[in-house]
């Protein structure tokens, strides 16, 4: 069973900065693809960002609302994967997941809420 911890969510001004981090149970980076999800209240989870394993290349992927503003990355030492999140919009208010996924294995965290102030 893989557990996966998010920190780094809060509030903050539009315009400003947060970096989520999200620190797994194993040595999962090597394989799982790992990726950030969000769910603002009366809406559907989506997708924000995904970043392959070691044996994928670590490829990125965003989704086009946050292209240019967030960066996905990973620590494969310390097993964990950071959301870099820079000119936050209102838009951005959610609760972001973190996912691991191997094939038919799907893993979430808890979630972080982030709160952006117009």
């Known amino acids: 069973q893989v557990q996966l911890v998010e920190s780094g969510g809060g509030l903050v001004q539009a315009g400003g900065s947060l970096r989520l981090s999200c620190t797994a149970s194993?040595?999962?980076?090597?394989?799982?693809?790992m990726g950030w999800y969000r769910q603002a209240p009366g809406k559907q989870r989506e997708l924000v960002a995904t970043?392959?394993?070691?044996?994928?290349?670590?490829?990125?992927n965003y989704a086009d609302s946050v292209k240019g503003r967030f960066t996905i990355s990973r620590d494969n030492a310390k097993n964990t994967v950071y959301l870099q999140m820079n000119s936050l919009k209102s838009e951005d208010t959610a609760v972001y997941y973190c996912?691991?996924?191997?094939?038919?294995?799907?893993?979430w965290g808890q979630g972080t809420q982030v709160t952006v102030s117009s």
């Open positions: 996912n691991a996924h191997y094939f038919r294995y799907d893993y």
């Open positions: 194993g040595s999962i980076l090597n394989m799982y693809t």
């Open positions: 970043i392959s394993s070691i044996s994928g290349r670590g490829n990125t």
